[in-house]
């Protein structure tokens, strides 16, 4: 049955409604092209979830204002089809309870998400449209391998990076795909299966409470030879070494078999980054207790400092440490920060400073573009060495030292300390070697309580 004005009884298209939520890109979307297939014209709909919204911090917020941004443009490519994006503001049950009473559904399609608050939030929905008699079909879509699909022998899942990805490798390599590659839709395909629709106004972002924060979307730019040359330069910060894609990859406007399939081809340093994300993933997904405390227990247990201006001086990159400083600030000023940087940032901000690293990881989460639950709680686990593949706590960042390796020109942190080497640029606020044994000294005094 394709997409016509016909109508029921009572008045209702018959449709049925593809979700969207972390896939907002038409192409090798999973989950929109079975519902595509499904014989009933489809109704794209997205929540701008209050629930979520209204836990950030600022109304500035680049994120929203970039998925703002974003949705516009998947409006005007459904625009284009002759249909439109049906967006509610508000909390997701209503958003349900609204389009039920607008449209007689006959089933939902989605992308599964594997996030602890997106599983109890499907679930929800999940009941109430059974409730109705209204089938929720899910799909694979955000991961190459789902959390089930990579476990040990006995049926556990792995804890290790270096084991986790070969087992991943090999059942990439035999994963049946969930769909035959097909030629993708033409026009009129598209428009025949999708509901046509008066295009809608969205809400404003002023409307959803948020303000414009000068963030412009661009869609994903995949450079190959970028991608080749990845091992060489991912490294190095005042590099365009690695491919920026990780905002892409939040939002889905760029579909991760692409990315995997580029990665197989290219280069597997790249592929291992890829299979990181999907580790950590896992670890969430199987060990959900990891986003409130350490992976090993043991470890929640460090009598961390609670010091709220040597925070606020991190924070802003006012430590005396160049390479820090400069991370901060990038951060700060983009949402982004150089992998190598968020690593030695998150070192020194939990060996040096002892301060827990769930303050670091909030202040992460709340500004990087690129932010996701599992991958940033899983690295900042891993810096702190509270996480599951962590490296042994003793090994701690010599900032200095690092940035003499990665930035021997000083040309990342010239970028963004301009008064370093002045005299208005800050002595560092910590003894290193003084602060690494203090942390060492904590360190083993929280094990030995075990
Ligand atoms: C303290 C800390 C916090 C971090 N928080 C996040 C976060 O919230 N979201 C996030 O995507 N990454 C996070 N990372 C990992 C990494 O820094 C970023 O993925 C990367 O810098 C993004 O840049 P890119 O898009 O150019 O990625 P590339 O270097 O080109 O890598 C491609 C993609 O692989 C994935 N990836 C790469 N490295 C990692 C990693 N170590 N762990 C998990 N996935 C990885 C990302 O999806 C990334 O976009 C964090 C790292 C640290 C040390």
Redesign the pocket.
């Known amino acids: 049955m394709m997409a016509t004005a016909m109508t029921t009884s009572e008045g209702r298209l018959p449709v049925v409604l593809f979700w969207f939520r972390r896939d907002l890109r038409l192409d090798d979307n999973i989950g929109l092209e079975a519902a595509l297939a499904s014989g009933w014209p489809v109704v794209p709909v997205f929540v701008y979830d209050t629930d979520l919204l209204s836990k950030l911090e600022d109304a500035a917020d680049r994120r929203v204002d970039w998925l703002h941004q974003c949705l516009s443009v998947l409006q005007t490519a459904f625009v284009d089809l002759g249909t439109s994006l049906v967006v509610y503001n508000g909390r997701v049950n209503e958003a349900f309870n609204g389009w039920l009473s607008r449209f007689d559904v006959k089933a939902v399609y989605t992308n599964r998400d594997y996030e602890p608050a997106a599983l109890r939030r499907d679930e929800a929905v999940r009941q109430q449209l059974m409730a109705v008699g209204i089938p929720l079909h899910t799909f694979k879509d955000q991961v190459v391998a789902e959390p089930h699909e990579v476990l040990k022998a006995d049926g556990s899942p792995y804890t290790v990076f270096t084991p986790y990805a070969k087992a991943w490798k090999s059942v990439v390599a035999r994963i049946t795909p969930e769909r035959s590659r097909k030629a993708s839709l033409t026009p009129t395909e598209w428009k025949t299966r999708l509901c046509p629709l008066a295009p809608e106004v969205l809400p404003s972002l002023e409307a959803l409470g948020f303000k414009p924060t000068g963030v412009v979307y661009a869609p994903p730019v995949i450079d190959e030879a970028r991608i080749a040359a990845?091992h060489q330069w991912?490294d190095m910060p005042s590099v365009e070494g690695?491919?920026?894609?990780?905002v892409h990859?939040?939002f889905g406007t760029v579909s991760v078999r692409r990315l995997v399939g580029l990665a197989l081809r290219l280069n597997e340093t790249?592929l291992n980054?890829?299979i990181?994300?999907e580790f950590?993933m896992s670890i969430l997904y199987h060990f959900p207790k990891v986003e409130h405390g350490a992976f090993k227990p043991a470890y929640d247990a460090i009598a961390w400092c609670d010091d709220e201006a040597a925070f606020q001086r991190w924070c802003e990159g006012r430590t005396g440490f160049p390479l820090v400083d400069a991370g901060m600030r990038e951060l700060n000023a983009t949402g982004?920060?150089?992998?190598r940087v968020?690593?030695v940032v998150?070192g020194f901000l939990v060996k040096d400073l002892l301060i827990d690293w769930r303050w670091?990881e909030t202040y992460?989460?709340n500004r990087?573009m690129?932010?996701?639950l599992a991958?940033?709680n899983?690295?900042?686990q891993?810096?702190a060495g509270t996480g599951c593949d962590a490296v042994p706590y003793f090994r701690v960042f010599n900032p200095e030292q690092q940035r003499l390796r990665w930035d021997p020109q000083g040309l990342y942190v010239k970028r963004w300390v301009p008064e370093w080497g002045t005299s208005d640029y800050p002595a560092p606020m910590v003894d290193h070697a003084q602060a690494r044994e203090r942390a060492l000294q904590v360190y083993k005094a929280a094990l030995a309580l075990r």
Do not use: V
């Open positions: 990845y991912r690695t491919t920026r894609l990780g990859l939040r790249w980054e890829l990181w994300r950590f982004w920060m150089h992998n968020r690593m998150a670091g992460f989460g990087l690129d932010f996701d991958a940033n899983g690295n900042w891993w810096a």
